[in-house]
């Protein structure tokens, strides 16, 4: 059985990148939008980023020009690359459905903290 689960988190200096991945059971992730979400300490849960089924991206303005969301559908896998990383980006990340409201559960989330 396929869970719902990102990985590749880590601690990494200001400036550094990570490449998180996650995989999404069919039900899930099949001709759905897929989206990044982080859950920094003591804030809400925000979207990152998102991409369609045919690869067309958005990215939140925390993540422009700095993080690239990619999937492969073949795999049920969806990846964010993540390049010079800031204090700020430091939380709990997960991927899920987007818009938020067709969420039915939160999987796995993968801890990324920077820090000098």
């Known amino acids: 059985q396929v869970h719902l689960a990102a990985s590749g988190g880590d601690l990494v200096q200001p400036g550094g990148s990570l490449r998180l991945s996650c995989t999404a059971p069919?039900?899930?992730?099949?001709?759905?939008?897929m989206g990044w979400y982080r859950q920094a300490p003591g804030k809400q849960r925000e979207l990152v980023a998102r991409i369609y089924s045919d690869g067309v991206s958005y990215y939140e303005d925390s993540a422009m020009g700095r993080f690239t969301v990619s999937r492969d559908n073949a795999k049920n896998m969806v990846y964010l690359e993540m390049n010079s990383l800031k204090p700020e980006d430091t939380g709990v990340y997960f991927c899920n459905k987007w818009p938020v409201s067709s969420v039915l559960y939160w999987g796995r989330g993968t801890q990324v903290t920077v820090v000098s």
């Open positions: 069919g039900r899930i992730f099949t001709g759905s939008i």
